[in-house]
C-alpha cells in the first residue's frame, strides 16, 4: 500500500509528462512576481483577472456543481445589490482533485460511471447520472439560474481552471481501460476536457496564484 505522500509525487511526475503537450502563453507579470520558466503552462489568464471584485471559487470535490453555482450567483448578487457590471467581476474557478471530474464532458461521465462512483443522481433524482451536471440544467430549474452551467460561466468571461495532478490520474485511467499508449490516452482526456477550462500544474497552484493576481478565497464545495 502507498503512502499518501508516495502517491502524491507518483501523480506528480506523470504531470511532468503531461506539462510537455501544454502550450504557454505567459502573462505580463510586476517586477515582485517570477516569470514563468519551468514548463509549458498556460498563464494567460492571469492577465484577465481585472475586476474590481475578484475571487477564486475552489472546487475539491463535485457536490453537485456547486462550486460553478457560487461563483455565476456571486456575480448575479453584485449586480442585483450594487448595480455592478459583469465586467467589473473576475470569477476564478479551480477544479481540482475529485472536483476535475466536472470539467470532463458528458461522454467521459458515461464511459466510466462518474456519476455512480461520486454518487451523482440524474435530475430525476432516481438513478445515477450519466451526464456532467454543470453541462446543463434539469427542465424545471428556476428561470433565474437557467444559465449557470460551465460553458455560460466560460462564456460571461469566468475562467475556469483544472488541476494537472488530477487530469494525470484521468489519463492513467484511460490508459488502462484501453490498453493505450500515453501519448493516446492524454489525446482522448484532452478531447474530453470541457473546451475553455484551461490545466495548470495542480490545483494549489492555481488557487494561490489566483490569489496572488487579488482574488479572495473561498471554499465553494
Same mark, same amino acid.
Given at each position: 500500500?502507498?503512502?499518501?505522500?508516495?502517491?502524491?509525487?507518483?501523480?506528480?511526475?506523470?504531470?511532468?509528462?503531461?506539462?510537455?503537450?501544454?502550450?504557454?502563453?505567459?502573462?505580463?507579470?510586476?517586477?515582485?512576481?517570477?516569470?514563468?520558466?519551468?514548463?509549458?503552462?498556460?498563464?494567460?489568464?492571469?492577465?484577465?483577472?481585472?475586476?474590481?471584485?475578484?475571487?477564486?471559487f475552489?472546487?475539491?470535490?463535485?457536490?453537485?456543481?456547486?462550486?460553478?453555482?457560487?461563483?455565476?450567483?456571486?456575480?448575479?448578487?453584485?449586480?442585483?445589490?450594487?448595480?455592478?457590471?459583469?465586467?467589473?467581476?473576475?470569477?476564478?474557478?479551480?477544479?481540482?482533485?475529485?472536483?476535475?471530474?466536472?470539467?470532463?464532458?458528458?461522454?467521459?461521465?458515461?464511459?466510466? $460511471?462518474?456519476?455512480?462512483?461520486?454518487?451523482?443522481?440524474?435530475? $430525476?433524482?432516481?438513478?445515477?447520472?450519466?451526464?456532467n451536471?454543470v453541462?446543463?440544467?434539469?427542465?424545471?430549474?428556476?428561470?433565474?439560474?437557467?444559465?449557470?452551467?460551465?460553458?455560460?460561466?466560460i462564456?460571461?468571461?469566468?475562467?475556469?481552471?483544472?488541476?494537472?495532478?488530477?487530469?494525470?490520474?484521468?489519463?492513467?485511467?484511460?490508459?488502462?481501460?484501453?490498453?493505450?499508449?500515453?501519448?493516446?490516452?492524454?489525446?482522448?482526456?484532452?478531447?474530453?476536457?470541457?473546451?475553455?477550462?484551461?490545466?495548470?500544474?495542480?490545483?494549489?497552484?492555481?488557487?494561490?496564484?489566483?490569489? $496572488?493576481?487579488?482574488?479572495?478565497?473561498?471554499?465553494?464545495?
Amino acid at each position: 500500500m502507498t503512502t499518501p505522500r508516495r502517491d502524491f509525487l507518483r501523480r506528480a511526475g506523470a504531470v511532468s509528462l503531461l506539462a510537455a503537450a501544454v502550450s504557454i502563453d505567459a502573462d505580463a507579470e510586476s517586477p515582485s512576481h517570477p516569470v514563468p520558466h519551468g514548463g509549458p503552462w498556460d498563464l494567460s489568464w492571469t492577465g484577465r483577472v481585472t475586476g474590481r471584485f475578484r475571487a477564486v471559487f475552489d472546487s475539491p470535490d463535485i457536490s453537485g456543481g456547486d462550486a460553478v453555482f457560487r461563483a455565476m450567483v456571486w456575480c448575479d448578487q453584485y449586480h442585483e445589490v450594487y448595480g455592478t457590471k459583469r465586467s467589473d467581476m473576475s470569477p476564478v474557478l479551480v477544479l481540482r482533485h475529485r472536483g476535475l471530474r466536472l470539467a470532463m464532458n458528458d461522454a467521459f461521465w458515461k464511459r466510466f $460511471e462518474i456519476g455512480k462512483e461520486s454518487k451523482v443522481l440524474s435530475p $430525476e433524482g432516481k438513478e445515477w447520472a450519466e451526464a456532467n451536471p454543470v453541462l446543463s440544467v434539469a427542465p424545471d430549474t428556476p428561470p433565474a439560474f437557467s444559465c449557470y452551467t460551465l460553458p455560460q460561466f466560460i462564456a460571461d468571461g469566468g475562467i475556469a481552471l483544472g488541476c494537472g495532478v488530477a487530469f494525470a490520474e484521468l489519463v492513467a485511467r484511460i490508459k488502462q481501460s484501453a490498453s493505450l499508449s500515453d501519448a493516446a490516452a492524454d489525446q482522448i482526456a484532452r478531447d474530453s476536457l470541457v473546451p475553455g477550462v484551461i490545466l495548470q500544474p495542480s490545483g494549489v497552484f492555481a488557487v494561490l496564484r489566483a490569489q $496572488e493576481a487579488g482574488c479572495k478565497y473561498i471554499l465553494a464545495s
